[in-house]
T-cell receptor, first 112, second 115 residues
């Protein structure tokens, strides 16, 4: 089955700096890669996603890059703000499957 | 956008009682929904896949008689924790993909505390 590894587990940055979270996946058939933000006591919220036919996608301060050859994808947050502090999960999905495989999560703390 | 609503957001129950958690897709039909359990500072652990009109598929190690899942309609799945024990205390989350191979939307989660 699919295995998704996520690094780092914790990340602290100064407000205004950039944050990068990286994930690798094992199944080359995976073709959909979402990123979720989870605030304390709440369910995960989709923030950005990318499909395997695209190398990069950007939405304001958030971007995701995908390297299919290396089987890794990354989340980039620029100009971080304190409200960006949360746990971020990457995930991978294969073909017609509906079940996501999640990474272990990254606790991002943006220091004011 | 698509929204998944989960209810209740938190519940406290006594040991031995049962608790039902509801998961609704509000603006799309979900033939499949997923139920997760999350421990503090950990990732989401898939418990079971809820299929409309058929039996749920449980992950290895998840007791199907303890965690009853019913997906009676295209917009509603329920998880019932039967004969709850303190070790069942956890954060339970449901999700539903709009279609296969598309984004999954998550409910708000339910904090269950068994005393």
């Amino acid at each position: 089955g699919e295995n998704v590894e996520q690094h780092p587990s914790t990340l602290s940055v100064q407000e205004g700096d950039s944050a990068v979270i990286k994930c690798t996946y094992s199944d080359s058939a995976s073709n959909y890669f979402p990123w979720y933000k989870q605030e304390l006591g709440k369910g995960p919220q989709l923030i950005i996603d990318i499909r395997s036919n695209v190398g990069e996608k950007k939405d304001q301060r958030i971007a995701v890059t995908l390297n299919k050859t290396a089987k890794h994808f990354s989340l980039h947050i620029t100009e971080t703000q304190p409200e960006d502090s949360a746990v971020y999960f990457c995930a991978a999905l294969k073909g017609s499957a509906r079940q996501l495989t999640f990474g272990s999560g990254t606790q991002l703390t943006v220091l004011p | 956008g698509a929204v998944v609503s989960q209810h209740p957001s938190w519940v406290i129950c006594k040991s031995g009682t049962s608790v039902k958690i509801e998961c609704r897709s509000l603006d799309f039909q979900a033939t499949t929904m997923f139920w997760y359990r999350q421990f503090p500072k950990q990732s989401l652990m898939l418990m079971a896949t809820s299929n409309e009109g058929s039996k749920a598929t449980y992950e290895q190690g998840v007791e199907k008689d303890k965690f009853l899942i019913n997906h009676a309609s295209l917009t509603l799945s329920t998880l019932t924790v039967t004969s709850a024990h303190p070790e069942d205390s956890s954060f339970y989350i449901c999700s539903a993909p709009r279609t296969a191979n598309t984004e999954a939307f998550f409910g708000q989660g339910t904090r269950l505390t068994v005393v």
